[in-house]
C-alpha cells in the first residue's frame, strides 16, 4: 500500500493471471508497493480458473497442470501487503503525467455496478491474457456449439458441462487440453477434430528438446485421451453443425495443408455439442490505446514488442504472458516475475543486473519457452482455405448476424479490402463484442486470403470494455481515492 | 472414473438453492453463474437474437462474446456467464436488445 491514500501506487498490474500474480508478487517482495486488478472476483486469470469458494472443491487441481504453482504465489500473495482489486474491469488507461499513469475501472461480476475506481501508479504491468481465436462454419451458431476455451472455463469455475457427448475441434494444443478435462469430468469425447497436423513440431527437433515439460504435458494429455478412447482426426475440420435449435450432429472432412475441405470426405458424427477454438488472441486493447508497439507473432496474431526486460515500446509500461504472443501459463509465469524484478530495479533507480542469478535464469528460460511457442503457434495457423468451408448464408459476425454472402458482397460489389471497410459496409464486428469474436474471420474474407496468410484484423478499441454513461460522467467528480478490498 | 465435475474435484457444495427461467425452476449450487447453473439443468440458449430471432446462449464462458445476455431480475443484457446465481433470481430469456419495453 502506499503510505497514504492519495500516493499513487509504485506498480499497477492489471490481470491476476499467472504473469500479473508473479509479477506482483515478486514486485512486492522487493519493496514496491502495488496494486493488483481483475475483472474476474477470483485470483488465477483463465488458466488458473477454479470454483467459488462455495462450490466446496476439495480437489480443484484435478482441473488443471501445475496447480502448486498457482498456490505457492497465492499464499506470497495473501502474505504481501499487494491492494487486491478483484471485479474490477478495466476499460481504460491513461498517462496523467510524465511519470503516472491512471487505471480506469468498473465494478461488479460483469461490471454492473456502475461505480468507477480509478487507481494510479508510477508505472503499468499489463498481464491481461488472451482470448479465444474462432473461424465460422455452417451451424456454429446452434446452442450446444460453444468455445473450446468457454467449455473450459465453464467446467473450471461452474463444474458443468454443455452436453454428454461433446465434439472437440479446431486448432491448436488447447483442443487436447479441452478434451482431456471434459474426459475426466465425465463426458464422452467421440473426436478430437484438429485442422493441422503434428508434424509441425518435428521441423523444430531441438525446441522441443529443451522443452522436456511441455513433452511431458503432451503425454499426460495423449494417455488420458487414448484411456478414454477418443479419437485423434488431424488435418480434418469440422465443416458443419447439425440441428436447429440443438447441436445432433457434426459433419468432419478432411482438409488439404491450406485447410482447404476435400469434397467426398464428410462423415457424420452424433453429438450433442461442439466445443471449438483456432488458437487463441492476445489481449491487448489497453496497450494499443496507450501507443504500445505491435508486432505480428507466428501464428497471423498481433501481440506487444517487448524489450529483453518485457518492457512495451512506450516506457513505463510493461507487459508479460500472453500479450507478448501466445506461449502458456508457464511462460507467463516467468515472464510475470522478470517484469516485476525488471519494475522494482528501475523505481529503486538501480540498473538492472542482467547477470544477476534469478533474472538470468528467469531469461533463459524465457527465451526456451518462447521459441517452443513459437514452433507451436507456427503449427496451428489458419491455413487460407478455411473459408470454402462458409455457405453464403453463414453467419459471420455473431453479435450483428451478418453472414458470409453480405460481407463478400462488400468485397466483390463494393470494393471493401480490409476488415474496417467490411465492417462500415456490413457492421459485421460493430456489435457487443467489438469484433473479438468474428476480427479474424472478417479480415481473411475482406482480403480474400489473397496472399495465402491471416490478414492484421483491427485491434484498437479505445475503451476495452462497455462503460456505463453514468460511470463516464462521474469522473468530472472531485477525486477520491480509491481503497482495495483485500 | 468420475461420472461428473462435481465428483472429478470432490466438490461438496453448500445448499442448493432455487432460480427460475422463464417461470421454470431451476436448481443453482452456490458459487455457480448463472450461465452455470441454466448448464447444469440442460438450458443452453436463453437470448433470441435482435435480426432472425434465433436462440443463443454461453459461447465464450469468459466474459468476451456477449452471447449469454439475459434479462436476470428484470434487467436486460446481463452477462450470465459472469453473474453469481442468486437465490430467487428471475431470468427471462431476452428478445433482441431487451429494450422492447421501451418502444425503441
Redesign the interface.
Known amino acids: 500500500m502506499p503510505d497514504s491514500a492519495s500516493e499513487p501506487y509504485d506498480l499497477a498490474v492489471i490481470g491476476a493471471g499467472h504473469a500479473g500474480l508473479a509479477g506482483a508478487v515478486a514486485a512486492s517482495e522487493r519493496g514496491l508497493s502495488v496494486a493488483l486488478l481483475d475483472a474476474s472476483g477470483q485470483l488465477g486469470g483463465q488458466f488458473y480458473r477454479h470454483p467459488a469458494p462455495a462450490l466446496g472443491a476439495v480437489r480443484p487441481q484435478a482441473l488443471h497442470h501445475d496447480w502448486a504453482a498457482f498456490d505457492g504465489l497465492r499464499r506470497r500473495l495473501e502474505k504481501s501487503d499487494v491492494g487486491q482489486f478483484l471485479g474490477h474491469h478495466v476499460w481504460s488507461v491513461v498517462r496523467e503525467s510524465g511519470e503516472q499513469w491512471a487505471v480506469h475501472a468498473v465494478t461488479g461480476a460483469d461490471g454492473g455496478d456502475e461505480r468507477p475506481v480509478r487507481v494510479r501508479a508510477r508505472a503499468l504491468l499489463l498481464a491481461t491474457g488472451a482470448y479465444e481465436r474462432h473461424l465460422p462454419f455452417p451451424g456454429w451458431t446452434v446452442p450446444g456449439v460453444v468455445g473450446a476455451g468457454g467449455a473450459q472455463a465453464m467446467l473450471k469455475s461452474g463444474l458443468v458441462l454443455p452436453g454428454r457427448r461433446i465434439v472437440v475441434a479446431g486448432s491448436g494444443p488447447l483442443l487436447l487440453a479441452v478434451a482431456s478435462s471434459l474426459t475426466a469430468a465425465g463426458a464422452r469425447v467421440p473426436a478430437v477434430v484438429e485442422a493441422s497436423g503434428y508434424l509441425g513440431y518435428a521441423r523444430r527437433p531441438h525446441v522441443l528438446a529443451v522443452n522436456p515439460r511441455k513433452l511431458a504435458e503432451a503425454a499426460v494429455h495423449a494417455s488420458a485421451l487414448l484411456r478414454h478412447r477418443v479419437r485423434l482426426r488431424t488435418r480434418s475440420a469440422v465443416t458443419e453443425v447439425h440441428g436447429t435449435d440443438r447441436v445432433e450432429a457434426v459433419t468432419v472432412a478432411r482438409v488439404d495443408p491450406r485447410w482447404r475441405p476435400v469434397p467426398g470426405t464428410g462423415r457424420r458424427i452424433a453429438c450433442d455439442a461442439l466445443a471449438v477454438g483456432h488458437g487463441l488472441v492476445p489481449q491487448i486493447d489497453l496497450a494499443t490505446s496507450l501507443g504500445c508497439a505491435t508486432r505480428r507473432a507466428p501464428d497471423a496474431t498481433t501481440s506487444l514488442v517487448l524489450d529483453d526486460l518485457q518492457q512495451t515500446s512506450v516506457p513505463g509500461v510493461w507487459a508479460a504472458g500472453e500479450t507478448g504472443g501466445i506461449g502458456g501459463a508457464q511462460l507467463a509465469g516467468v515472464e510475470g516475475e522478470l517484469a516485476g524484478l525488471a519494475v522494482a530495479a528501475r523505481l529503486h533507480g538501480k540498473p538492472f543486473l542482467t547477470e544477476h542469478g534469478r533474472a538470468r535464469t528467469l531469461r533463459r528460460r524465457r527465451d526456451r519457452m518462447r521459441a517452443f511457442a513459437d514452433a507451436m503457434a507456427a503449427a496451428h495457423t489458419p491455413g487460407p482455405g478455411w473459408s470454402e468451408w462458409l455457405t453464403d448464408d453463414t453467419d459471420v459476425c455473431r453479435c450483428e448476424e451478418v453472414t458470409a454472402g453480405r460481407i463478400r458482397e462488400a468485397v466483390t460489389d463494393f470494393g471493401a479490402r480490409d476488415a474496417r471497410t467490411a465492417k462500415l459496409l456490413t457492421r459485421a464486428g460493430m456489435g457487443w463484442c467489438q469484433g473479438r469474436v468474428c476480427g479474424t474471420a472478417v479480415a481473411c474474407l475482406a482480403a480474400r486470403g489473397d496472399d495465402g496468410t491471416v490478414p492484421p484484423s483491427v485491434e484498437r478499441r479505445p475503451l476495452a470494455v462497455p462503460v456505463p454513461l453514468g460511470a463516464l460522467a462521474s469522473l468530472d467528480e472531485p477525486d477520491e481515492p480509491d481503497e482495495p478490498d483485500g | 472414473?468420475?461420472?461428473?465435475?462435481?465428483?472429478?474435484?470432490?466438490?461438496?457444495?453448500?445448499t442448493p438453492f432455487e432460480i427460475t427461467v422463464d417461470g421454470r425452476t431451476v436448481t443453482a449450487?452456490?458459487?455457480?453463474?448463472i450461465?452455470?447453473?441454466l448448464?447444469?439443468a440442460g438450458i443452453?440458449?436463453w437470448r433470441t437474437?435482435?435480426?432472425?430471432g434465433?436462440?443463443?446462449?454461453?459461447?465464450?464462458?469468459?466474459?468476451?462474446?456477449?452471447?449469454c445476455?439475459a434479462t436476470v431480475n428484470g434487467?436486460p443484457n446481463?452477462?450470465a456467464?459472469?453473474?453469481?446465481a442468486r437465490p430467487g433470481d428471475a431470468i427471462t430469456t431476452q428478445e433482441g436488445h431487451g429494450h422492447a419495453g421501451l418502444g425503441v
Open positions: 472414473m468420475a461420472r461428473t465435475p462435481g465428483e472429478l474435484v470432490g466438490a461438496r457444495p453448500g449450487m452456490p458459487g455457480q453463474s450461465a452455470a447453473a448448464w447444469g443452453l440458449a437474437t435482435r435480426n432472425t434465433r436462440p443463443r446462449g454461453a459461447f465464450c464462458g469468459i466474459g468476451q462474446c456477449y452471447d445476455l434487467e446481463r452477462r456467464c459472469l453473474l453469481p
